[in-house]
């Protein structure tokens, strides 16, 4: 299901329980709100959002950097990360999944994972994923290092669904999205005009 489609199947009663990381499904969609068939909300977030207030629990998640790992933007392009701080109360996106996967474990619903660090998981995505045969020399000397999702190895490319890739029509400086939770940013005068 697209993420519309999970807060439709929420609101209708058949989707019970919801795993949000690093999205507001509630402000994008503009629901309203909770869908009320929803029993469990878990939010997994860097910001206290619209989504992550509704949520039942909320999984404090560390920023970029904050963490090791790597990302991939939405251009396809995969950078490598590197903690520049150990901030209390946050987690990275690893531990907090690792610890969830233990934890679901130990209650006989599902298995722990085999990987104990994000350069492990890589190299699983690496083996595993369409298009993630990156170069490694590129990312260990700062590069972003473009992807390239194209059929081989025994993989087969997907044809995404039209509508299932939607945009929310602005950007992280349009939207304010980011803005909103530094106090700083409110005090500062755009280009051009005095404060």
Not at 27 to 33: P, V
Not at 61 to 90: F, H, I, M, S, W
Not at 118 to 142: H, K
Request: hydrophobic share 40%; aromatic share 6%.
């Amino acid at each position: 299901m697209s993420a519309k489609q999970m807060l439709d199947a929420a609101a209708g009663g058949t989707l019970k329980a919801l795993y949000v990381v690093g999205a507001n499904p509630l402000r994008t969609f503009g629901s309203g709100g909770r869908p009320s068939g929803l029993k469990l909300l878990v939010a997994h977030e860097l910001f206290l959002t619209e989504t992550s207030r509704e949520a039942d629990v909320v999984l404090p998640a560390a920023c970029a950097y904050e963490k090791n790992g790597t990302v991939t933007n939405t251009a396809g392009e995969v950078q490598l990360v590197r903690k520049a701080a150990d901030p209390p109360g946050v987690r990275s996106d690893f531990d907090i999944l690792r610890i969830v996967a233990h934890q679901l474990k130990e209650k006989g619903l599902g298995t722990e994972w085999s990987a104990r660090n994000p350069d492990a998981v890589f190299e699983e995505i690496r083996r595993n994923v369409t298009g993630y045969g990156v170069d490694l020399a590129g990312l260990l000397t700062g590069g972003a290092v473009l992807s390239s999702p194209a059929p081989g190895n025994g993989h087969r490319a997907f044809d995404v669904p039209e509508g299932a890739i939607r945009s929310a029509q602005d950007s992280l400086f349009t939207s304010g999205t980011l803005g909103r939770f530094c106090m700083m940013i409110e005090s500062l005068a755009e280009a051009g005009k005095t404060a």
